[in-house]
C-alpha cells in the first residue's frame, strides 16, 4: 500500500526543522548505504554526531505518533532513528534501490516493513527530486508539499529522480510493523477508515459498528507478531 498523508508536521516543526538542518552538519550518503545501494546513491545526508540530530529525529517521532493514519497504516512496533537527507548540486540522486530488510540499531536487529519520506522542500523550490516508487502495476511518482509524508512497503524498489535546479531536503525513516505482511496491512486499514466513518454516522453504541470492531481488533490480535 502507498499512502500520502499531508500535515504530518505543523509550520512551527517545519520552520524548526528547516533552521536546525542549515546548523547541521551534512556528510555523503553513502555512510548508510550497502553494497548495492552505494553503486546509485548520490546525496548528503547529516552526520550522525551532528548535534542538531537528537532534536530533528525527536520532533519528528513526536509528529509520527501523535497521527493517526500513520498508526493505522504502518501500525509500528518499532521505528527506527529517522535520517535526513538532500539532493542538488552535484549530489542530486539516487537511482533505483531496495531497502535492506534487517536495520541494526544500539538495542539490536529491526526488521524494515514499512518506508516513510516527510517532505521538508516545497515543490516550487526544486525540479526533479521525485521519489518514484515502482509496484507491479506501475511507477508512482511522488513529490509532496513540504510537511507531507508518504508512506509505502520496503520491499518495493525506489529512487529519487536528479534535482536539476535548487535542493531537496527529506527525511526518512524506516518501520518495523505489528503486522509484517502489506496485504494484512491494507485490509486492517482500509477496515480502520471504514469504522470510522460507520462511527460518525452510526454511533460507538451501534450493534454493527461493535461487532465489526470486535473484528478488526480480533484480526490483529490474530496477524500481530511484535518480533
Same mark, same amino acid.
Given at each position: 500500500? !502507498?499512502?500520502?498523508?499531508? &500535515? =504530518? /508536521? &505543523?509550520?512551527?516543526?517545519?520552520?524548526?526543522?528547516?533552521?536546525?538542518?542549515?546548523?547541521?552538519?551534512?556528510?555523503?550518503?553513502?555512510?548508510?548505504?550497502? #553494497?548495492?545501494?552505494?553503486? =546509485?546513491?548520490?546525496?548528503?545526508?547529516?552526520?550522525?554526531?551532528?548535534?542538531?540530530?537528537?532534536?530533528?529525529?525527536?520532533?519528528?517521532?513526536?509528529?509520527? +505518533?501523535?497521527? *493517526?493514519? $500513520?498508526?493505522?497504516?504502518?501500525? *509500528?512496533?518499532?521505528?527506527?532513528? *529517522?535520517?535526513?537527507?538532500? +539532493?542538488?548540486?552535484?549530489?542530486?540522486? %539516487?537511482?533505483?534501490?531496495?531497502?535492506?530488510? /534487517?536495520?541494526?540499531?544500539?538495542?539490536?536487529?529491526?526488521?524494515?516493513?514499512?518506508?516513510?519520506?516527510?517532505?521538508?522542500?516545497? *515543490?516550487?523550490? +526544486? &525540479?526533479?527530486?521525485?521519489?518514484?516508487?515502482?509496484?507491479? %502495476?506501475?511507477?508512482?511518482?511522488?513529490? !509532496? #508539499?513540504?510537511?507531507?509524508?508518504?508512506? %509505502?512497503?520496503?520491499?518495493? $524498489?525506489?529512487?529519487?529522480? #536528479?534535482?536539476?535546479?535548487?535542493?531537496?531536503?527529506?527525511?526518512?525513516?524506516?518501520?518495523?510493523?505489528?503486522?509484517?505482511?502489506?496485504?494484512?496491512?491494507?485490509?486492517?486499514?482500509?477496515?480502520?477508515?471504514?469504522?470510522?466513518?460507520?462511527?460518525?454516522?452510526?454511533?460507538?453504541?451501534?450493534?454493527? =459498528?461493535?461487532?465489526?470492531?470486535?473484528? %478488526?481488533?480480533?484480526?490483529?490480535? !490474530?496477524?500481530?507478531?511484535?518480533?
Amino acid at each position: 500500500m !502507498l499512502l500520502t498523508i499531508s &500535515d =504530518v /508536521i &505543523d509550520a512551527a516543526e517545519l520552520a524548526r526543522l528547516r533552521s536546525l538542518a542549515a546548523q547541521a552538519r551534512w556528510e555523503s550518503g553513502l555512510a548508510t548505504a550497502g #553494497p548495492q545501494a552505494a553503486v =546509485v546513491k548520490n546525496n548528503r545526508q547529516i552526520a550522525e554526531d551532528s548535534p542538531e540530530l537528537e532534536q530533528m529525529r525527536r520532533i519528528v517521532l513526536n509528529a509520527l +505518533y501523535r497521527n *493517526p493514519l $500513520v498508526m493505522s497504516a504502518a501500525l *509500528p512496533a518499532r521505528i527506527l532513528p *529517522p535520517f535526513f537527507n538532500r +539532493y542538488g548540486g552535484r549530489e542530486n540522486a %539516487y537511482g533505483a534501490h531496495v531497502d535492506n530488510a /534487517i536495520r541494526a540499531t544500539a538495542e539490536g536487529y529491526v526488521r524494515a516493513d514499512v518506508s516513510a519520506t516527510l517532505f521538508l522542500s516545497d *515543490p516550487a523550490d +526544486y &525540479d526533479g527530486g521525485e521519489l518514484v516508487i515502482h509496484d507491479t %502495476y506501475a511507477h508512482h511518482a511522488v513529490k !509532496l #508539499p513540504a510537511g507531507s509524508l508518504v508512506l %509505502y512497503p520496503c520491499a518495493l $524498489v525506489h529512487e529519487v529522480t #536528479p534535482v536539476t535546479r535548487g535542493e531537496r531536503i527529506a527525511c526518512f525513516m524506516f518501520m518495523q510493523s505489528l503486522v509484517r505482511e502489506a496485504e494484512r496491512r491494507r485490509l486492517l486499514f482500509d477496515m480502520d477508515m471504514a469504522l470510522i466513518d460507520l462511527r460518525a454516522r452510526l454511533g460507538e453504541a451501534d450493534g454493527s =459498528v461493535l461487532r465489526l470492531t470486535g473484528v %478488526y481488533h480480533n484480526l490483529l490480535r !490474530l496477524w500481530a507478531c511484535p518480533t
